[in-house]
């Protein structure tokens, strides 16, 4: 009964003091450790290097693949220990991903490239209703669902990118700089989506380049410096914080937040 092995509802996710290390080289992250409650989102700060996506890689179970190992730590969603785990395993658990850099099947069409992110679903009628879900959240992909993604615009990639994920109906979704080279309009739109999914019931971990648009949909926050946690704390505080206002918030920072209407 493989469908019903699937659970529902947003995942918990704890790291226990996650140390990673690529070759021989001094750890890329180092003794990290945090807590995502179910249904909330976890923003990673830091500049580049910082090992954000080496934390990225370490939920997904994809360190191997990129030359990494975990040194020591462990990974667990809703308690149970998943560090050993496969990443087809994790996926079946309820993870996802979208991709940085919208990492697409270009020859493929917008729907191939949709279908492809619900391999590990048993559910063939699930995956046509999430389908139908997904040109319902995202109607400027709907009227290409027949063309070669390649083709699309870069605002239309990213939101094919994240449907994607969504195919796999995730219960932890790993977001990683899903507002990359998007113009301001279309930041809000991705701001606007990603808070929608987490209230639908899914845990994120969400890396964005604009970090005060991330800390604005985050609930909480954790900056690293080379490999290392600095800060850490509710994100509507980091927002405020001087520290993270002179490292982080760069000029691609300033198209965010929306105008105050209140
Ligand atoms: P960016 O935003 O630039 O991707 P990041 O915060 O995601 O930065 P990581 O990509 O996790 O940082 O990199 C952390 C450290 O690990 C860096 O020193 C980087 O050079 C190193 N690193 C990352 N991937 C590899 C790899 N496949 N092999 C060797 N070293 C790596």
């Known amino acids: 009964m493989g469908a019903s092995a699937i659970s529902s ?8 003091d996650l140390t990673v290390a690529y070759g021989p080289r001094s750890p890329a992250v180092q003794g990290l450790s945090a807590h995502v409650p179910a249904g ?6 830091g500049s580049n290097g910082a090992g954000k996506t080496t934390v990225m890689r370490a939920i997904t179970g994809l360190l191997g693949q990129h030359g990494g190992r975990m040194v020591s730590g462990s990974i667990s969603l809703d308690g149970v220990d998943i560090t050993q785990s496969t990443p087809a395993q994790r996926v079946r658990l309820g993870l996802a991903q979208t991709m940085e850099g919208r990492r ?4 493929l069409t917008v729907e191939e490239n949709l279908r492809t992110g619900a391999w590990a679903r048993p559910d063939r ?3 046509a209703k ?3 879900a997904v040109f319902d959240r995202f109607p400027e992909i709907a009227d ?6 390649g083709y699309l615009s870069g605002g239309q990639q990213q939101m094919m990118a994240i449907g994607r994920a969504l195919m796999a109906r995730p219960r932890l979704l790993l977001m990683d700089e899903p507002s990359l080279g998007l113009a301001p309009k279309l ?9 929608k999914i987490a209230n639908e019931g899914t845990t994120i971990v969400l890396i964005e380049q604009n970090v005060a648009m991330s800390l604005a949909v985050a609930e909480y926050a954790i900056a690293l410096e080379a490999g290392r946690v600095v800060l850490e704390s509710e994100a509507a505080a980091l927002a405020e914080d001087d520290r993270i206002q002179a490292a982080y918030f760069s000029a691609v920072s300033s198209t965010w937040p929306k105008p105050d209407l209140s």
């Open 9 to 16: 509802g947003p995942a918990e996710l704890r790291i226990e």
């Open 40 to 45: 909330t989102t976890l923003a990673l700060l």
């Open 104 to 107: 697409i099947f270009s020859e």
């Open 125 to 127: 009628p699930g995956v």
């Open 130 to 132: 999430e389908l139908a």
């Open 144 to 149: 290409r669902r027949k063309d070669k993604a």
């Open 187 to 195: 930041v809000d739109r991705v701001a606007d989506i990603i808070e």
